[in-house]
């Protein structure tokens, strides 16, 4: 149980807009989109470029799904049903596809369940993903294991610690590594605030500076008391 709740994701994808395809365009990161698949074709039997193509539709377009050996994957598909993908538009050959998207099935007027938010992506093998354990499969497991998962868990941040006496630049560093990396991020990314490069990355610095100078001034105000009890 304890491997499994420190199993922790890689990165978070935002789930919470569906996309049109009209919006896609080739440097957007994982987005959802809502259709219908159509003309469903075998390529490449019998060879190292083996896959399954399909078409992926809503009112504004299409776009081309693919799956590299994967019938299994297309086998339950139904060309009647609205589907939620989730994945990443890359260009191949001209156009834009989604390789191995994430999928759900939706009834009409209904919105699809477990797409709001943010979603943790897991780092997966592809023997991983041919049994069904997808990130969404190890997302959902981990979210159960949490659920019944009654002990309290030991806190490991720099406050515990700082007063415990333990060694805390072992996370402290990379915490505040952290805080610059997500600030600029945050400041420059073109879903988020997108300003300027330069002026994130020093509002970005000047960020995580100040967190460090009050986590150290924190520091030494733990390690003083401690001393004056001691």
Partial sequence: MEE??????????????????????????????????????????????????????????????????????????????????????????????ITHPDLESIKGGEEAEDYEGLMPMYNTTEAMKRAGMTTKAMAKIIASALETHKAPFAETLPAYLM???KWMWVTFVPAIWMTFVCTTYILVAPEALELNYTLGVCIGGAVALTAAILGLVHYSKVRQQKAVKE
């Fill in 4 to 97: 499994l709740l420190t199993y922790f994701p890689y990165r978070y994808v935002d789930r919470s807009h569906i996309f049109r395809i009209d919006e896609i365009d080739g440097a957007m990161p994982y987005i959802l989109l809502q259709g219908r698949f159509s003309n469903f074709q075998e390529v490449g039997k019998g060879t190292r470029g083996h896959r399954i193509t399909a078409w992926f539709s809503d009112e504004t377009g299409t776009i081309e799904c693919v799956w590299f050996k994967g019938l299994k994957y297309v086998a339950n598909i139904s060309t009647e049903k609205q589907y939620i993908i989730f994945g990443k538009p890359q260009p191949f050959n001209g156009r834009l596809n």
């Fill in 163 to 165: 007063k415990s006496s």
